[in-house]
């Protein structure tokens, strides 16, 4: 017989400690849940009947900074591996094992480096007597608020598990709504940076070779205006292109420097949601965002006002954001969120109406993730309309683009006569 010490909490919350006299940790489990506790520790102790389980840490929270991204983004850990760790380590502690075998275990099969160096961290934390949420708030680039306090949360409620199964299923949908944002961006992009390619091309290597050709061909007659336009825009690429390639550069850094200004980003994001044709794609993106954050968070059991600043700093936009930290403060007052989302002009009349039902019947967290799903499908409509009509309207772009170089070029063989001479009246009158 061996002695196991465990952490455990009961139905409602509250945590209990003691120590267990079983053959193995598998009886150690099964004893703690006959008692009707949620096991969160349990350790075997060392020899001398020292036990395993340190004195609680006081544990250094890391300073956080306000973050428009995923957790894992700017780690070296993928979201989508994030998730996948978090929907692994939910099927491990529902299961009944330990948190810290279940980390054990994930860590050895991880293949990403970054996150089995992070998960021996995370269980070094923990066997020091720390909980989970504790060694997540020491990773801040890798956890943030969002996931860090539904942890917490899930660890004080003694439903873990579901939290975790909870963080998983937010972390992939956002990636799933965010590749299709990707996927409908990522077409224009390419047909430009192909049209830019096949442009470039063209001035500074075919058309002063036809240039020569054609004055050739002409015997120096004049070249028709088209041409010459062509031919002088063409002069100015091909003798400045280090200019231009330097200006292209200063620019792309000016933009990213001001991406890092209060202004520039607070400019920059009130572009995207008012601009013509993207700008109704990303309005959708934020309301799916802010009510699948802030109902997911509810549905763990944080309070709502910590729950509306975790959402104010995960919101990806810094206008929403504005409008979150409003709707924070009208809620601190004892308002309630309807109306702050209704007088803005961020969230449309249907989403506070449907939030206003959902605080008059108790059922919040359940209306928002309604709404949330609604607006997914309407993102997918919208990247799928998107897509359609963008596809013509970049092919003409770029036969127009190509198309007007070639007439240019062709111009002058209308006028072309065998005998070296020009015909200025064009070949009808021949």
Request: net charge positive; proline share 6%.
């Amino acid at each position: 017989m061996s002695n196991y010490s465990y952490v455990a909490v009961d139905p409602h919350g509250i945590e209990s400690r003691g120590t267990l006299d079983v053959s193995d940790q598998s009886e150690a489990l099964r004893r703690i849940k006959e008692m009707g506790l949620f096991p969160t520790k349990v350790l075997a102790a060392r020899p001398g009947g020292q036990r395993a389980v340190q004195p609680r840490l006081q544990l250094p929270i890391a300073p956080r900074t306000f973050n428009l991204s995923l957790p894992g983004w700017g780690s070296g850990i993928s979201p989508r591996t994030l998730a996948v760790f978090t929907r692994q380590l939910a099927t491990l502690v529902e299961a009944g094992m330990p948190l810290l075998r279940g980390l054990k275990i994930l860590q050895e099969q991880a293949e990403s480096r970054p996150l089995r160096r992070v998960i021996g961290q995370l269980a070094v934390t923990i066997e020091n007597g720390g909980s989970f949420a504790e060694a997540l708030a020491l990773h801040p680039r890798v956890f943030n608020r969002l996931y860090e306090y539904m942890v917490k949360a899930g660890e004080i409620s003694g439903a873990l598990d579901l939290t975790l199964r909870r963080l998983a299923d937010f972390m992939e949908k956002a990636q799933k709504i965010k590749g299709k944002v990707k996927a409908a961006m990522y077409y224009p992009s390419a047909v430009l940076c192909v049209a830019m390619a096949i442009l470039i091309l063209l001035m500074t290597y075919v058309v002063p070779r036809f240039r020569d050709v054609l004055e050739g061909l002409l015997g120096g007659g004049q070249l028709p205006f088209f041409t010459m336009f062509v031919v002088r825009i063409s002069e100015a690429v091909k003798h400045n292109i280090v200019l231009f390639a330097i200006v292209a550069a200063a620019l792309g850094m000016g933009f990213m420097l001001a991406l890092r200004t209060g202004w520039g980003r607070r400019t920059f994001d009130y572009l995207k949601l008012t601009m013509p044709v993207f700008g109704p794609l990303f309005r959708k993106v934020s309301i799916s965002r802010f009510t699948r954050t802030l109902g997911t968070l509810a549905n763990s059991g944080v309070p709502i006002l910590q729950a509306l600043t975790i959402v104010k700093e995960t919101a990806g936009n810094v206008v929403v954001g504005q409008v979150i930290a409003t709707v924070h403060q009208r809620v601190k007052e004892g308002d309630p969120i309807a109306p702050a989302l209704k007088a803005s002009t961020v969230f449309p009349a249907m989403v506070a109406g449907m939030v206003d039902v959902g605080e008059q019947t108790g059922v919040l967290p359940e209306m928002l993730m309604k709404i949330a799903d609604t607006y997914d499908d309407e993102v997918d409509n919208s990247v799928s309309a998107m897509t359609s009509l963008l596809e013509p309207i970049m092919i003409i772009f770029l036969a127009v683009i190509v198309g007007s170089i070639v007439i240019a070029l062709c111009l002058p063989l209308f006028n072309f006569n065998p005998d070296g001479s020009t015909n200025p009246k064009g070949p009808a009158d021949n």
